[in-house]
Every structure is written in structure tokens, then in C-alpha cells.
């Protein structure tokens, strides 16, 4: 059965680094999205992308983050400078339409 | 600010017996409602979305959703230990059958199936 892949599946980073987290999507899925979950919180939406571009963006993703998909298997998170506070799981997710089907996460700790 | 509030739990519930978890949610531009499982560390899977009013079952799931009182719940019959996991309730804004929105997700709640 397809399957969202995401790597690494762990990541230290210091404060103050860049960090790119990687997706690849289910192959057909033509939507793609990253949602974080804080430890112990909800699971929040960042970011929607179709068509290369951005769809929708949520108040969390400001200027700091980025998405990019720089080929066509590919689907790319990079927080510029990372914060203490963007430590968290990083879930990318793809859909073909309105079912939304979860990778398992890039889990980021930022010291 | 569109919500999804769900009980918190835990829920603790005997084996073989039916655990009924509950949502409610504001924003009544709602179309889609999804249920999903997520063990502790893991990623949310998917267990069965609704748009409808009324039922809709698989398997031993059953989705219930009234979109007057703003209400999806989720019966879990003949509970098995491995269903013990947080379950998350999530909204979809866009048109029925449409793509690319996001998902509001609830809090989920914590269910513990007892043998």
C-alpha cells in the first residue's frame, strides 16, 4: 500500500540553524501539507501546496519557514533559523482529494 | 477561531465492550469530518471520514455526525487492547469532495481498552 515517507526521522539541531525536513508524498497525490505536533499538544496545520505553489499558510508559518518541492517526488520543510519553541513533531501529509493519509513524522529538537 | 473540542480522557473501556468517543466543533462551514487513531510517538492514521448526516460504519467503526447540534462521534464495538490509543477528531472547511484546505484537529482523546 502507498505510503508517505519523511526523513530524517529524528533531528538535534542548535538554536539558530537552518534545518530541512523531507517528504515524499504517495505518487498520485497531487496535495500536499505539513502540520506539527508540539509534545502533549494538538496537532496544527502550517502549510497547504498545490500546483507549486503555496495554498493556504497558517499565522505559525512565518517567514522563517519555507516549502519547496524540488522534484517531482519530493516535498521540502526548511526552518531558517530554528527557535527552542519550534521543537516538535513534524508530520508532512499528502491527498489525492479531501483524505489526507500522514507520513510518521520528523521528530525536531532544538537545543 | 474554529475549534474541535474532544474530551481529553482517558476512557477506559473492557474488552469486547463498545467505547463512544465524542466531538464537537464551531465552525459550522464544516464539511468533512475525519476520525484518526495515533499511538503515543506515531502518526495519525486514518480510521474513516463522514460528511454526511447520520451513520456510516466500517467494520467495527461507526461514524455519527449531526451538523445541527455540530456534534461527529465515533462507536468503537468489540474494543480490543490494541485499539487502546488517542484518537483525534479533525474538520475540513472545504466544499464536500473538495482538496487542498486544511484540517482543524481536536485534542483527541485517550482510550484505554482494559482486557
Known amino acids: 500500500e502507498p505510503e508517505v515517507t519523511q526523513t530524517p526521522s529524528h533531528q538535534v539541531t542548535q538554536m539558530g540553524q537552518e534545518v530541512i525536513l523531507r517528504c515524499v508524498p504517495i505518487s498520485n497525490h497531487l496535495y500536499f501539507y505539513w502540520y506539527r505536533q508540539i509534545l502533549g499538544q494538538k496537532v496544527e496545520f502550517l502549510v497547504s501546496f498545490y500546483n507549486n505553489e503555496i495554498s493556504e499558510k497558517s499565522e505559525i508559518f512565518d517567514d522563517q519557514f519555507s516549502v519547496e518541492r524540488p522534484d517531482g517526488s519530493n516535498f521540502t520543510l526548511k526552518i531558517r533559523s530554528t527557535k527552542l519553541e519550534d521543537s516538535a513533531m513534524y508530520f508532512c501529509a499528502s491527498s489525492g482529494w479531501e483524505t489526507q493519509y500522514f507520513g510518521p513524522g520528523t521528530r525536531l529538537l532544538v537545543l | ?115
Do not use: H
Open chain 2, 1 to 115: 477561531q474554529k475549534e474541535v473540542e474532544q474530551n481529553s480522557g482517558p476512557l477506559s473501556v473492557p474488552e469486547g465492550a463498545i467505547a463512544s468517543l465524542n466531538c464537537t466543533y464551531s465552525d459550522r462551514g464544516s464539511q468533512s469530518f475525519f476520525w484518526y487513531r495515533q499511538y503515543s510517538g506515531k502518526s495519525p492514521e486514518l480510521i474513516m471520514f463522514i460528511y454526511s448526516n447520520g451513520d456510516k460504519e466500517d467494520g467495527r467503526f461507526t461514524a455519527q455526525l449531526n451538523k445541527a447540534s455540530q456534534y461527529v462521534s465515533l462507536l468503537i464495538r468489540d474494543s480490543q487492547p490494541s485499539d487502546s490509543a488517542t484518537y483525534l477528531c479533525a474538520a475540513f472547511s472545504g466544499e464536500i469532495k473538495a482538496a487542498g484546505n486544511k484540517l482543524t484537529f481536536g485534542g483527541g482523546t485517550r482510550v484505554l481498552v482494559k482486557p
